[in-house]
């Protein structure tokens, strides 16, 4: 893997054993996150911070979220090797390569067009194949639904319909839940029109969709 050295891959240890001490319990998570190379999915002025447990601007008016976030989310949506993974908001595909790293087919939707395009020729040259989506990711990928996981990187004021529409009965959606400061919340689909909600404390995301009319 290009410029990938010894030291880095020290750093990811010493990062996953923070991420430990902060609560992440789940041995896959971690190991998937020491595995990611997150210094590559930076700007070079950045790159000497990639495994410090902090959020990073990549462009568009989007981030790289703090791998504590993104190891967070990955342990909530209780993965299992061969599930099929709704991601809305591709961003730097930093999520995306964590998720790859965990054995599930991941879809993959960015509205922004210069982010996608990065991410797009980026993430193959360093060996993670997602399917990649330009688009709204508010309205989801219906011809390829249903999932058994839906995940969003990035702050909504409400759960869009079409995504629980798109969730398998017995899957779980994570969504950063709110306004200004979102609430990290877990809906599992417990029946067609049945859900069970919980909620895991606050975060800060960049808007999902900054000018679009929800709920019209």
Not at 199 to 215: A, H, N, Q
């Amino acid at each position: 893997m290009t410029n990938d050295t010894y030291r880095h891959k020290g750093l990811r240890r010493q990062l996953a054993v923070l991420l430990k001490e902060k609560g992440i319990e789940g041995a896959e998570v971690l190991k998937a996150i020491e595995a990611v190379p997150r210094h590559l999915f930076l700007n070079s002025s950045f790159i000497e911070r990639a495994y410090e447990d902090i959020a990073f601007p990549i462009g568009s008016g989007q981030t790289i979220s703090r791998p504590h976030t993104v190891a967070f989310q990955t342990e909530l949506l209780e993965l299992k090797k061969g599930e099929k993974v709704l991601e809305i908001g591709t961003g730097s595909g930093y999520q995306t390569a964590v998720l790859l790293e965990m054995g599930v087919k991941v879809y993959t939707i960015e509205r922004q067009k210069a982010l996608f395009d990065l991410t797009k020729a980026f993430l193959p040259t360093i060996g993670y194949n997602p399917k990649f989506f330009y688009g709204d990711g508010y309205k989801g990928l219906p011809i390829f639904a249903p999932f058994n996981k839906i995940i969003i990187t990035a702050g909504a004021p409400i759960i869009p319909d079409a995504l629980l529409d798109q969730l398998k009965i017995g899957g779980i959606l994570v969504i950063p839940l709110g306004d200004k400061v979102q609430i990290m919340t877990l809906i599992k689909k417990v029946g067609p029109k049945k859900f069970e909600k919980v909620e895991y404390g606050e975060f800060k995301f960049v808007p999902l969709l900054e000018d679009k009319e929800w709920g019209d």
